[in-house]
Every structure is written in structure tokens, then in C-alpha cells.
């Protein structure tokens, strides 16, 4: 049984990320808006991982992001009509559609990325970089806890549901060695991403 003081202070941090994930929402529809008026908040999180991991069939999206075909349908629809993200014959299977960041969906979604690590950059001047390392560390170390147990609950909901590192809630990318880094800076390159 644990204590009433942890107890007490997991329930605390749920109420943080709470708050978090409520400003986390705000984020991702000033986002979206910035890259199109026309395109939801969610939209944001299909271009962000088309830029992650490429082009992909609409399954493993659908997967990766924790949503339902339908509602991935829709939002690719808004997405292809905007000029956002382009769909082509998959070549190693004739029945299948790829999907993929057209350059124009790139160049929204990296001044979008830009301007958002400003922010972030702006807001976190106070913070000293050990505050920030250790932030990066803990959260990256909070995501494998999710991973580990999303497999140990159910290993079939653990397939696909890592979370691409520039689609992290701080708005930052990582670099080869796990630190944070303001987008652009990693040499490469909200499990459900709002």
C-alpha cells in the first residue's frame, strides 16, 4: 500500500499536468491557426508527425496518433484541399495510399515550429539550463514509464504509440543525446497527441 504522502503528491502532479494539458490545447489551436485558419488543432499533430516519420499509410497515422480512421479522414481532407499534405500510390502495395508533407505543408508547419520555440525560449529566460535538462529528463523519463506500462497492460496499444520527439509538449526538439533543443537545432528530423 503506498503512503498517503505519495499518494498525495501524484496527485498533485496529475493536477499540474492537468493545467498543462488544458494550456497544451490552447497551444495547439494557436498553432493550427497560424499555419491555416481553416484547419483544426488536431490537423497540427497529423503534420507534425508526417514531418517525424515521413510518409505514411493512413492506418499507422490513425495508430500513431491514437485516433480513428474516420476522424484522420476528415482532418487529411481539410489537409490535401488546403494544399497541406498530398496522397500517392503506395509502391510496394498498388491498393494503398501514402501520405506525405507537400512543401508548402512543410514550410507552414516549420515557421509554425519556429515561432512557437521563440516563445518558448522567451517564457523560459528566467529558468536556469539544469532546470530545463532536468525537466527534459524527467518528462522523457515519464514517457518510457507510459510506454512501459501501456505494453505491460496492453502490448497491442503499445505498437505505434511513441511519441515523435518534436511533438513534445514543451515545443522542443531532441538532439542525438536526449537532450531538449530548440526545433531545428537536433540533428535528425501531444503517445495521443492533442
Not at 57 to 82: D, V, Y
Not at 145 to 174: C, K, M, N
Request: no cysteine; hydrophobic share 35%.
Amino acid at each position: 500500500m503506498e503512503s498517503f504522502d505519495r499518494r498525495a503528491k501524484v496527485h498533485e502532479l496529475e493536477q499540474e499536468f492537468n493545467r498543462l494539458f488544458v494550456r497544451r490545447r490552447f497551444n495547439a489551436l494557436q498553432l493550427a491557426r497560424q499555419i491555416d485558419s481553416e484547419i483544426e488543432p488536431a490537423s497540427y499533430s497529423v503534420l507534425a508527425t508526417l514531418q517525424q516519420m515521413g510518409p505514411q499509410r493512413m492506418t499507422a497515422i490513425a495508430r500513431h496518433l491514437g485516433i480513428g480512421k474516420p476522424t484522420l479522414s476528415r482532418q487529411l481532407s481539410t489537409l490535401e484541399n488546403r494544399g497541406f499534405v498530398e496522397k500517392a500510390t503506395d509502391p510496394a502495395d498498388g491498393r494503398a495510399q501514402m501520405v506525405s508533407l507537400t512543401e508548402e505543408g512543410r514550410a507552414r508547419l516549420e515557421s509554425a515550429q519556429a515561432d512557437r520555440a521563440e516563445r518558448y525560449l522567451q517564457m523560459l529566460t528566467p529558468w536556469q539550463e539544469l532546470e530545463i535538462q532536468t525537466l527534459s529528463k524527467l518528462l522523457a523519463k515519464l514517457n518510457q514509464a507510459y510506454t512501459e506500462f501501456d505494453a505491460e497492460q496492453d502490448p497491442a496499444l503499445a505498437q505505434g504509440s511513441e511519441i515523435p520527439a518534436a511533438v513534445s509538449l514543451a515545443g522542443l526538439d531532441r538532439s542525438s543525446d536526449g537532450s531538449a533543443a530548440p526545433h531545428g537545432a537536433q540533428d535528425s528530423t501531444d503517445k495521443r497527441v492533442s
